[in-house]
């Protein structure tokens, strides 16, 4: 088979697992690393899994490519934070099937907490490094990719932005290859790293790099585009296309396999140059590493640390030229909101009235910390809301955590929130845990998790049970609510604040997006009744307007008939659409 | 030379069919074809942009400022947002729906009276009608999307059949005849 198709960089690279003969995936879900994992899922062929983080995932596929098949492992760039041990100690013990990292950074933080730069894991974990710029090279290096790993017996970072993942282009596709299965050969003196045997993996490790450096020279990943001699661009990943297109006169470096850099290869270009820019996103590293050899060369006077670079920018910074356009209007920002009927937001009405102290987390209701809710003080990072509150209570006393709760998802409960949970019941913590349960993962775009029931190719698969886990660890207070009943649960919510000991509340309904029977028409205003009072509008629905009378108003394309305000409102003015 | 179509609306609009059923209509006249779209937290009732762009060769995905050929606007505030990004002579199609952000609910905002009139103002080529109610009159509020699109194929080369094929591909066969009335709707806008 081979023909051309419209894919995303994601496709792309679950297609170029396919071909290149993948066996076994985990992944956790991320933006913008998500689909990958869902269009891997999709093939027979291959194992994929969703793992409950990535520090699993990772550990599953480092063990499924020492078990001797191609393997694969996904994330958004701050999953490796979470991941970063097991993959510093795989640099070490090599694999034996091949094995792909694959890392999706968000520079301008579209859907992400941070931007950072990824392309520091490959130096830290010492391990090469490749960055595709389209969606067909999506294909070619992950096969190309799996090459490398199993040549140098080493894992590989695939690091991808998210304007490579999410953007389409052409792809030729072919047919998948089968991998022999390797043989399991036990070799402590590899595998097994206590001190001594770690020692002399280190050295490994060094020479591994000497001689990734040389591939790095003669690679074609790494190729020379010699155009006019006057200014010369040594760029990677999707800036090469934006390259492309502001300067078509320029001369290029472009570099594929971007760890460890081709020192000659640079050189030689630089040579060949009269002025020498690297187009680079976030940190200089690039920059900096050439730099330390002596050579001339400039890029992060001319591009910002912060956010994306675009082709305006290459255009005006290094051609001088500008292209007109209109200005900017001033327009209202229109940032993301709890969905319409979203189960999320009956209890951040209530932590909103109770007006208490909130450590959050991250998922769809990271959107309860914006107006009118402004119900969360706090977030950090996936599973850390346990955390906060615990040592808030540690540093304020215990008064404090009778006005303070921590509320975390399904999903990211069962991804790090366990191990909090574990920390307060030992650690004797009086702290109040809000476990949002809407039966999935629905930030990212609708994963299951270990507790909807079903695995990642959408069988059936066992629940692992939230209230029996915190149980188990020790809570004794554990209740569960329907966040649709307000008044379920704020009674819910004083009770277990005063409790002096760890309470978990569990408010379960699921996801509107989810379960579209719940959707009913849309409720509306009995103007008669309403007083223009606003208390429909505490809780922060899209749907609730004014009009020009000053009452409420329902935007009947938009509601999907939840209810939350009729409880709301003070003058029973909001009654059910037919 | 390269088309630049900006799509852009509220996130839960509707945006993403549109772009995939323009993207394979862009597909299917032989061209390259590259195409953007943000996924994640901006879904999530956000402002979001698609950008499709097709020609003899396309090298980025993004569209600067100032070139893209045309824009559809799913929502007016949204149409104003992104105005800028439209060529001197470039054409803009605009549902004419409000859809008040945020900031507007909670009363920390406006939501400017007269947007219609800013986007008049700033280009010359501008097409304006009311999309959920052309689909609801076909039977789905839904199909807003594929009026828009109905309109766009009226500024693009391309054959109404190519259209009609992609369509009847990528729309489930149920609401098939509600989108086909849809995609007619909007042709027929643009001669009013
Ligand atoms: C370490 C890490 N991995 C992945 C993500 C991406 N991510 C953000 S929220 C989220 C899922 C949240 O799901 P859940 O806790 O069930 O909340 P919901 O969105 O369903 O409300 C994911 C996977 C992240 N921010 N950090």
Redesign the interface.
């Known amino acids: 088979m081979m023909s051309k198709v419209l894919l995303t960089g994601n496709e792309a690279v679950a297609r170029g697992a396919y071909e290149a003969g993948v066996k076994v995936l985990s992944a956790y879900p991320g933006t913008p690393s998500t689909e990958i994992p869902e269009n891997m899922a999709k093939y027979d062929e291959i194992y994929a899994e969703w793992a409950p983080n990535e520090k699993v995932a990772m550990e599953v596929a480092i063990g499924a490519a020492v078990g001797g098949v191609r393997s694969m492992v996904t994330m958004k760039h701050v999953g490796v934070n979470v991941a970063a041990d097991p993959l510093f100690t795989s640099s070490y013990t090599g694999i034996n099937g091949g094995l792909v990292i694959v890392s999706a950074d968000d520079p301008g933080m579209h859907s992400s907490q941070d931007e950072q730069d990824n392309r520091y894991y490959a130096r830290f974990a010492k391990i090469p490094m490749i960055e595709p710029a389209d969606s067909q090279e999506c294909l070619d290096f992950v096969k190309e990719a799996y090459e490398i790993s199993e040549k140098f017996d080493t894992p590989v970072f695939m690091r991808m932005t998210t304007r490579v993942c999410h953007s389409q282009s052409l792809v030729e596709v072919h047919d998948r290859k089968e991998q022999e299965l390797k043989p399991y050969v036990k070799d402590a003196s590899k595998y097994v790293v206590m001190p001594a045997v770690a020692r002399k993996r280190h050295a490994v490790v060094e020479q591994r790099l000497l001689e990734l450096q040389k591939f790095s020279e003669e690679t074609s990943l790494n190729r020379v585009e010699m155009n006019s001699k006057e200014v010369g661009i040594i760029v990677s990943g999707v800036l090469y296309q934006y390259v492309k297109e502001a300067l078509p006169e320029a001369s290029i470096l472009k570099l594929g396999f971007s760890w460890p850099l081709p020192r000659k290869k640079i050189e030689a270009f630089a040579a060949s140059v009269k002025d020498l820019y690297v187009v680079e996103e976030l940190d200089p590293l690039i920059e900096q590493e050439v730099k330390s050899w002596g050579i001339a060369i400039s890029g992060k006077e001319h591009f910002p640390r912060c956010g994306e670079v675009f082709t305006e920018m290459i255009r005006q910074e290094i051609a001088g030229d500008c292209l007109q356009c209109k200005e900017e209007s001033a327009a209202v920002g229109r940032p993301p909101v709890l969905c319409p009927g979203c189960p999320h937001r009956g209890i951040f009405y209530v932590l909103s009235k109770l007006k208490v102290n909130v450590t959050g987390d991250i998922g769809c209701y990271s959107l309860g910390a914006t107006p009118p809710l402004n119900a969360m003080d706090i977030i950090i990072c996936m599973g850390a809301s346990i955390g906060l509150a615990h040592g808030m209570e540690k540093a304020r006393g215990k008064e404090f955590s009778k006005h303070t709760v921590a509320v975390i998802g399904d999903s990211t409960f069962m991804h790090s929130g366990i191990t909090g949970i574990i920390n307060a019941v030992y650690n004797q913590s009086n702290i109040t845990v809000v476990i949002m349960d809407n039966r999935i993962t629905a930030m990212t775009g609708h994963q299951d998790n270990p507790t909807t029931g079903f695995n990642a190719k959408g069988e059936p698969a066992p629940i692992v049970d939230i209230e029996g886990i915190c149980r188990a660890c020790g809570v004794k207070r554990v209740q569960v609510v329907d966040p649709a009943d307000i008044e379920a649960t704020m009674k819910a919510v004083k009770e277990e604040l005063v409790a002096e000991e760890p309470s978990v509340i569990i408010t379960r309904r699921p996801c509107i997006l989810l379960d579209k029977k719940q959707m009913k028409p849309a409720f509306y205003i009995n103007k008669e009744k309403c007083t223009g009072c606003g208390m429909c509008m505490k809780s922060g629905c899209p749907c609730i307007g004014k009009d020009e009378n000053g009452k409420a108003e329902i935007n009947d394309s938009t509601c999907v008939g939840c209810g939350l305000c009729m409880q709301l409102c003070p003058f029973g003015a909001i009654e059910k659409g037919e | 030379m390269v088309k630049n179509i900006l799509i852009v609306g509220?996130?839960?609009q509707g945006t993403i069919l549109a772009s995939r059923i323009l993207?394979?209509v862009a597909?299917s006249t032989g061209q390259?074809?590259?195409?953007?779209?943000?996924?994640?937290?901006?879904?999530?009732?956000?402002?979001v942009v698609t950008q499709v762009r097709f020609g003899d060769k396309?090298?980025?995905?993004?569209i600067?400022?100032?070139?893209a050929d045309m824009i559809m606007a799913f929502e007016k505030?949204?149409a104003?947002?992104w105005?800028?990004?439209?060529k001197?002579d470039g054409q803009i199609i605009v549902n004419d729906q409000k859809?008040?952000?945020?900031?507007?609910?909670?009363g920390?905002?406006?939501?400017?009276d007269d947007v219609l009139e800013?986007i008049r103002s700033?280009c010359k080529n501008v097409l304006i009608f009311d999309a959920?109610h052309a689909a609801r009159d076909c039977g789905s509020?839904k199909a807003a999307n594929v009026v828009l699109l109905g309109a766009l194929s009226k500024y693009m080369n391309i054959d109404r059949e190519t259209w009609i094929t992609v369509i009847t591909k990528l729309v489930p066969q149920k609401f098939l005849q509600v989108n086909l009335d849809a995609f007619a709707a909007g042709e027929a806008l643009t001669e009013k």
């Open positions: 509220v996130g839960g993207s394979q597909l390259d074809v590259k195409v953007s779209e943000i996924h994640g937290m901006s879904q999530r009732g956000g402002s396309v090298y980025s995905p993004i600067e400022p100032g070139t505030l949204e104003l947002r105005l800028h990004w439209l001197e859809m008040n952000p945020m900031p507007v609910v909670t920390v905002a406006k939501y400017p800013q700033k959920l509020d």
